[in-house]
Structure formats: structure tokens, C-alpha cells
Antibody, heavy 119, light 108 residues
């Protein structure tokens, strides 16, 4: 059974940093693109970043470019999101997801981890 | 950047109703359009990929259509478990994605 489990969320002050992790199991992690999608409280879904199977290519939403870094460790079956220079508007539930190709959609998601940016 | 606009933003319907949600892209995206269902407090779930393909395990009352810049999600006979928020997502633009703002389907 495919499982994606996010961790690392919490309360952080504006300007601070946080690193989210997503532990994957039940599938061959290195065969899949991975993504982060977030959802601010009471709001819709916002795509954050994608990373290729071998980590050689990454893509970011304009709202996080230059502040967030997506990475992966295929030996540890883990996905990461390093978030720096956090702002109040980054407050959201962050979901990790897996996909073979954007054409086929995000076919499995984690349960999400809440990040709150507040003083 | 490609913008996605869903309509309506919310709707009220009864069990058994036929429901249609529209998603429009700011430019042509071929059939690179996916639909998701999200229930409160839960992660989204993929329903339709590539505009019209039903994801494995999704009931056949869900269907998708469209090409280019206009797409629809149809629920042929609304069931109690279908009350949720639905999102479209484009996967066409330069490996950067966009979601629609969502359509909340509520009980009439």
C-alpha cells in the first residue's frame, strides 16, 4: 500500500525557517516525480514545487521561488521542503504527492502537515 | 502563467441530481487537465486525469470532457458521499502547475 507521511510542521516566526519531510513507502520511490501542494486555512489548493525522479530538475511556484527548496533522498525514500524567509502568507497545510507524469495527475497524497507562520 | 477559472464557486444540489462544473484555462492546455475531490480535513483525491480518463477505483458516475481551454466535470447522479469541494488542475505549462479556485458542492 502506498503511504506518504509528512512531518516537520509547526509554529515559526516570520523570517524563520522550517524543513518539511515526507516519508514514502509501498512503492519504488525513485521511479516517481514528487510534489508539494499547500492549502491555506479555508482556501484552495496551491501548487508549490516539483522534483524529478533523480532530483536533477526542480520547478517552483513564483510565490516561493528563491525561498523554498525541494529535494529528495532516494536512498531514504524521503522528500523534503526547505522553507526559508517564511511569511504569514505561507501559513498552510502542506501536502506531499507522487506522480508518474503531470499528464496522469497526482495519484497519491499524504495527510498533510500544518505550518503556521506567526509572531 | 496559465490561469484556471472554475465555475460556479459553489452550488447546492440534491441526491440524484446531475451536476456539472466548468473549468476554463487562460490559454490552450490541450488535454492536460486533472480533477480532484477534497472532503473537509482530508487530502485531495484524483478523480479524472488527462481531461476525460477515470482514475482507477473512481465511480463511473464521474466523467470529464473538454480540450483546449474549456473543460467540464460531470456527476451523473449525485450521491451523499459526493458532497465535497472539486478542483481542476492544469499540468501543461512549462512543468509549473495551477489549480482552479475550487467548487464546493453542498446539499440542497
Amino acid at each position: 500500500e502506498v503511504q506518504l507521511v509528512e512531518s516537520g510542521g509547526g509554529l515559526v516566526q516570520p523570517g524563520g525557517s522550517l524543513r518539511l519531510s515526507c516519508a514514502a513507502s509501498g512503492f519504488t520511490f525513485s521511479n516517481y516525480w514528487m510534489t508539494w501542494v499547500r492549502q491555506a486555512p479555508g482556501k484552495g489548493l496551491e501548487w508549490v514545487a516539483n522534483v524529478k525522479q533523480d532530483g536533477s530538475a526542480t520547478y517552483y511556484a513564483d510565490s516561493v521561488k528563491g525561498r523554498f527548496t525541494i529535494s529528495r533522498d532516494n536512498a531514504k525514500n524521503s522528500l523534503y521542503l526547505q522553507m526559508n524567509s517564511l511569511r504569514a502568507e505561507d501559513t498552510a497545510v502542506y501536502y506531499c504527492g507522487m506522480y508518474t507524469s503531470g499528464y496522469y495527475g497526482i495519484d497519491s497524497w499524504g495527510q498533510g502537515t500544518l505550518v503556521t507562520v506567526s509572531s | 502563467d496559465i490561469q484556471m477559472t472554475q465555475s460556479p464557486s459553489s452550488l447546492s444540489a440534491s441526491v440524484g441530481d446531475r451536476v456539472t462544473i466548468t473549468c476554463r484555462a487562460s490559454q490552450s492546455i490541450s488535454n492536460h487537465l486533472n480533477w480532484y475531490q477534497q472532503k473537509p480535513g482530508k487530502a485531495p483525491k484524483l478523480l479524472i486525469y488527462a481531461a476525460s480518463n477515470l482514475q482507477s477505483g473512481v465511480p463511473s458516475r464521474f466523467s470529464g470532457s473538454g480540450f483546449g481551454s474549456e473543460f467540464t466535470l460531470t456527476i451523473s447522479s449525485l450521491q451523499p458521499e459526493d458532497f465535497a469541494t472539486y478542483y481542476c488542475q492544469q499540468s501543461h505549462g512549462a512543468l509549473t502547475w495551477t489549480f482552479g479556485q475550487g467548487t464546493k458542492v453542498e446539499i440542497k
